[in-house]
C-alpha cells in the first residue's frame, strides 16, 4: 500500500517561499499517481510564481496526454510548462529571468519513473542511500571531472548555480530515470533546501528512524532549519509496504 507525506516549509532565512510540491496518490490522465518538487529562482516573488505555474502547467500536460510511456509523458509535460512559462517571462517584465527545478515521479507496478531538471533530487532508501537523480549544477561539472568532491560540493560558493531549469531556454533536456523498488524502498524528493543543510549519512539516518512518511518528512524538515534553514525546503517521502503499487 503506496503512503506518502509532502511539505514545504519556508526555511529560517528566506522571506518567500519558492519552493512547491504536487502529491497525488489517485490516476492522472494515464498516470496512477504523480509526485513533483520544484524549487522557483527569480526576484520580486518570480521564483514563487514559476515553481507553482510550471506545476500547474506540468499537470495540464499530464492530464491530456494519450501517451502511455511515463517517460514520454513526462518528457512532453516538461516541454510544454518550459514554453507556458518562458511566455509568461516574456509577457511580464517583473517575471524575467524566472526558472525553476522540476523532478518529477510516478510509481507502475515495482517501477519507479522518474524525470528531472536542475538540482532538485530524488532519493532511495534501501539497506543504503542511493542518490538516483543527478544534479544539473555547476559543482557537479566540478565533481564529474575530479574538481571537487561531494562533500566540499556542499560549502561551495557557487553550490546554487544551476546549468538546466525549467524556463531557462527553449532547449530543455530532462534526465530521465527508471529502476524497481522492493518491499524495503523509501523514496525521497527534495529540493537543495534540504540537500545542502542535511548531508547524506543524516539523510540515511533520518530515514530510517521512524516509520511512517509523515514523521519522516517533519524530522527532515526539523533537521534542515536545525542546520542553519538557509533556503526553502521541500520534501515529498514515499513508502510502500508491499513495494507494490497496483496500477489504476
Known amino acids: ?9 519556508i526555511g529560517r532565512t528566506r522571506v518567500v517561499n519558492q519552493d512547491y510540491v504536487f502529491s497525488c496518490l489517485e490516476p492522472i490522465g494515464n498516470l496512477p499517481n504523480l509526485f513533483i518538487v520544484a524549487d522557483g529562482m527569480g526576484g520580486h516573488q518570480a521564483g514563487d510564481f ?11 500536460s499530464v492530464s491530456l496526454s494519450l501517451q502511455k510511456n511515463p517517460h514520454k509523458i513526462f518528457e512532453d509535460a516538461i516541454r510544454y510548462a518550459n514554453r507556458e512559462l518562458i511566455e509568461k517571462s516574456k509577457a511580464n517584465p517583473d517575471l ?3 526558472g525553476t527545478t522540476l523532478v518529477a515521479l510516478t510509481i507502475i507496478g515495482e517501477k519507479a519513473y522518474v524525470a528531472n531538471v536542475g538540482d532538485s533530487r530524488l532519493y532511495c532508501m534501501e539497506d543504503v542511500l542511493t542518490q538516483v537523480t543527478i544534479d544539473h549544477s555547476l559543482v557537479q561539472e566540478m565533481i564529474r571531472i575530479g574538481e571537487l568532491s561531494k562533500e566540499d560540493a556542499r560549502f561551495h560558493p557557487d553550490k ?21 523498488l522492493t518491499k524495503k524502498s523509501i523514496l525521497l524528493m527534495c529540493s537543495d533546501g534540504l540537500s545542502n ?5 543524516q539523510l540515511a539516518v533520518l530515514l530510517k528512524s521512524v ?9 527532515l524538515i526539523e533537521a534542515a532549519n536545525k542546520n542553519g534553514g538557509k533556503d526553502n525546503i521541500a520534501v515529498i517521502v514515499i513508502n510502500s509496504d508491499s513495494g507494490e503499487v497496483v496500477e489504476c
Not at 50 to 60: I, N, P, T
Open 211 to 219: 516509520k511512517t512518511p509523515e514523521k519522516i518528512g517533519k524530522k
Open 1 to 9: 500500500m503506496l503512503s506518502s507525506y509532502a511539505m514545504t516549509d
Open 50 to 60: 514559476a515553481s507553482s505555474y510550471s506545476v500547474k502547467k506540468f499537470l495540464e
Open 160 to 180: 546554487n548555480i544551476i546549468t538546466r531549469a525549467v524556463g531557462a531556454g527553449k532547449d530543455i533536456r530532462p534526465d530521465f530515470f527508471e529502476f524497481t
Open 96 to 98: 524575467k529571468g524566472m
Open 197 to 201: 543543510m542535511v548531508n547524506d549519512e
